[in-house]
């Protein structure tokens, strides 16, 4: 059985830092399509990055440049590196295991993974709160 359990989160001012992590039980953390996903107040899940069991990455455009994806394969944990926080980033963050399709599609695929049947399992998140 698959289990994630995210931490990390916290209320940070705009311009801030945080780094979420995600500690992955059932799966070889290298050996699946991962992501993160956030859902805002009021607003459907939105996916916005993704990392392939090669190494690739895929971002949705209002988090590139800003967030990075990673993984530590003996912590077994994924990571979420996430800088110059907005407002608009404040959610609840989850990580969860997708289809390869998923991954290899990038961020057109990404964006939506969480509205759909592709994603395998996912975590209770941890809440990201920005502040103006």
């Known amino acids: 059985q698959v289990q994630l359990v995210e931490s990390g989160g916290g209320s940070v001012q705009s311009g801030g830092s945080l780094r979420l992590s995600c500690t992955i039980s059932?799966?070889?953390?290298?050996?699946?399509?991962m992501g993160w996903f956030r859902q805002a107040p009021g607003k459907e899940r939105e996916g916005i990055a993704g990392?392939?069991?090669?190494?690739?990455?895929s971002y949705i455009e209002s988090v590139k440049g800003r967030f990075t994806i990673s993984t530590d394969n003996a912590k077994a944990t994924l990571y979420l590196q996430m800088n110059s926080l907005k407002s608009e980033d404040t959610a609840r963050y989850h990580c969860?295991?997708?289809?390869?399709?998923?991954?290899?599609?990038?961020?057109?695929?990404?964006?939506?993974?969480?509205?759909?049947?592709?994603?395998?399992?996912w975590g209770q998140g941890t809440l990201v709160t920005v502040s103006s």
């Open positions: 969860a295991t997708w289809d390869a399709l998923i991954c290899r599609g990038g961020a057109r695929y990404v964006v939506h993974a969480p509205l759909t049947g592709a994603m395998h399992a």
């Open positions: 059932g799966v070889t953390v290298n050996s699946d399509c």
């Open positions: 990392i392939d069991s090669d190494g690739s990455t």
